[in-house]
Each structure stands twice: as C-alpha cells, then as structure tokens.
C-alpha cells in the first residue's frame, strides 16, 4: 500500500520555526489533494490544513492562520507545512494525507486514505 513520508519534526522553542516535509516515491501527488493533520496525547486527530492538487487551493484552520502555511510542489513530489511562532499546545504528531481528487481539499480525515507514520512535533522551552 502508498504511504507518504513526513520528516522535518523535532524539539523546538516556543516562537521558533519548523517545516515539515511530506513526500513519497509511490504515487504521483498531481492527482491528490494534501492535508496535514496533528494528534497531541489525550486528543483527537484534527486536520491543519490543506491543500488542492495544483496548490491552487489552501485551507488553515482558523486557529492557525498566519502562524502556519502550506505548500507544494508536484514536480518534487511534494508538500511542506511552515510552521511559525509555534507555542507549546503545537506539539503533537503531525501527519500529511492524501485525499485523490482534483478541485479544492477535504476537511474530514475519512476522505483522506494515504497517510504517512507521522513525525514529532515538540515545543518546549
């Protein structure tokens, strides 16, 4: 089965920087809208943000908006999440997702079904 590689976690402190990666050699992401999804112990898994198949379309939630920021690039296979001024309640496991459609990107986990392993996000003084 697919599956996307995350990277680009680590340990960080609260107002600094991280951009995670997701990317994969198994499947062509031109035909699949992205989505970044976080799950911090104790708490249900909550979608990010996403991304359409041209990257025409983003979505932040809103909680998040102009701290974090979605991109992509199919010619490399893929899509990264800059995450600024990150605080401690950011730290969880972030995950990307595929979902195969061409317009727009899903909000609900359901719709997505190519998931990566996830990579450690932790903000900590």
């Known amino acids: 089965q697919a599956q996307l590689v995350e990277s680009g976690g680590g340990l960080v402190t609260p107002g600094g920087s991280l951009t995670l990666s997701c990317a994969t050699s198994e499947l062509s992401l031109v035909y699949y809208a992205v989505g970044w999804f976080r799950q911090a112990p104790g708490k249900e898994r909550e979608r990010v943000s996403c991304?359409?198949?041209?990257?025409?379309?983003?979505n932040v939630i809103d909680s998040l908006k102009g701290r974090f920021t979605i991109s992509r690039d199919n010619e490399k296979n893929t899509v990264w999440l800059q995450m600024n001024n990150l605080m401690p309640e950011d730290s969880a496991i972030y995950y990307c997702?595929?979902?195969?459609?061409?317009?727009?990107?899903?909000?609900?986990?359901?719709?997505?079904?190519?998931w990566g392993q996830g990579t450690q996000v932790t903000v900590s003084s």
């Open positions: 991304i359409s198949a041209a990257g025409g379309y983003t």
């Open positions: 997702a595929a979902e195969r459609r061409t317009v727009s990107c899903s909000g609900g986990l359901s719709q997505y079904t190519v």
